[in-house]
């Protein structure tokens, strides 16, 4: 069973920055699909960024240029550096991975939160 636990959240001022990571266990082969969504209260649940296993990336609106996503292939690791962190990036953020290509049948982590103060 695929399990996925992220970390790195935590408060920061607006303009600062944060790293989340998360890691995949449960799969003996390399992830499709990594990535970030962010759930703020009373909101849907929003892409934040993605990543195949062969380096394409989707990021959301709303962090492109500021967020970048990153991934460890060999240990099914990805990670997001936030840089210039709004209030309006408040949110918990989720992992999302998804092992195979041909289906999308796909896990989340348990989200962490990250706080934007102005």
């Known amino acids: 069973q695929v399990q996925v636990v992220e970390s790195g959240g935590g408060l920061v001022q607006a303009g600062g920055s944060l790293r989340l990571s998360c890691a995949a266990s449960?799969?003996?082969?390399?992830?499709?699909?990594m990535g970030w969504y962010r759930q703020a209260p009373g909101r849907q649940r929003d892409l934040v960024a993605t990543?195949?296993?062969?380096?394409?990336?989707n990021y959301g609106n709303s962090v492109k240029g500021r967020f970048t996503i990153s991934r460890d292939n060999a240990g099914n690791t990805v990670y997001l550096q936030m840089n210039s962190l709004k209030p309006e990036d408040t949110a918990v953020y989720y992992c999302?991975?998804?092992?195979?290509?041909?289906?999308?049948?796909?896990?989340w982590g348990q989200g962490t939160q990250v706080t934007v103060s102005s």
């Open positions: 999302n991975v998804r092992p195979r290509g041909w289906s999308t049948r796909d896990y």
């Open positions: 449960g799969y003996t082969f390399t992830m499709y699909t």
């Open positions: 990543m195949t296993k062969e380096g394409s990336t």
